[in-house]
């Protein structure tokens, strides 16, 4: 009996991420995929979630090597998590989830983890108006949000660089608009497809961006998860 309530939880958990992997294999992304620069784009649908496991024991990250991720040797990275580390989620693949690790200092962990490893942690689904308001910033990426002139709408500027390895090879970008979210979701910019447009979404104490690389010049993209600035 609870072996077969084991397997319903897991069941259950792969089929509440699935249809972001339907969404990604869609717009052609290998559907082994799950890297830094592809995350926030590459679903439709985001979450967070908790490790869970024995205290001590470890859940390693997985790479998208051809054939993974998977129990091949090669698949798993020296990266791993603990028990009670919160991750950012993705879309899936079988049963594994993609997910990004935020540490309090320092870089970012992204790849493949078991989705029988991970508890999911509920977000508001409508996120109180001042949950979005403040600076965030990824690396040197930096996105203002404050309450926007129509009653229920939100004000965004942001900025952007790129740097070349080149000296003095340095493109730079801006976001800006007014806009009202809906539930955790805020869209802004035009309906022309030459004209800067993002998508901000606020998953726990993460505001995830990602836009249509034309908010900039050449590879300059406000695409991270942003946290905010204390």
Known sequence: MKRSCKWLALV?????????????????IPANWCRNGAFTR?????GLARVKGEKG?????YGEEEGCPGPAAKCRQKAYLIPG??????RTFGEWVCAWYQPA??????GWLAADRLAPVETPARPALASWLGSWDFYDDEVRVKRGRAAGSL?????????????GNVHVGELSGEAAPAAHILKLGGEDEFDCRATLRLVGAYLLVSDNKQCGGVNVTFDGVYRKKK
């Open 155 to 167: 004000l965004v500027e942001g900025t952007a660089t790129w740097v070349g390895v080149n000296p």
């Open 42 to 46: 590459d679903s439709e649908a985001f």
């Open 57 to 61: 024991s470890r859940v390693y990250f």
């Open 85 to 90: 580390d919160e991750v950012i989620t993705s």
């Open 105 to 110: 200092r320092g870089t970012e962990t992204v």
């Open 12 to 28: 259950l958990l792969i089929f509440c991420w699935a249809p972001a992997s339907v969404w990604a294999q869609d717009e052609g």
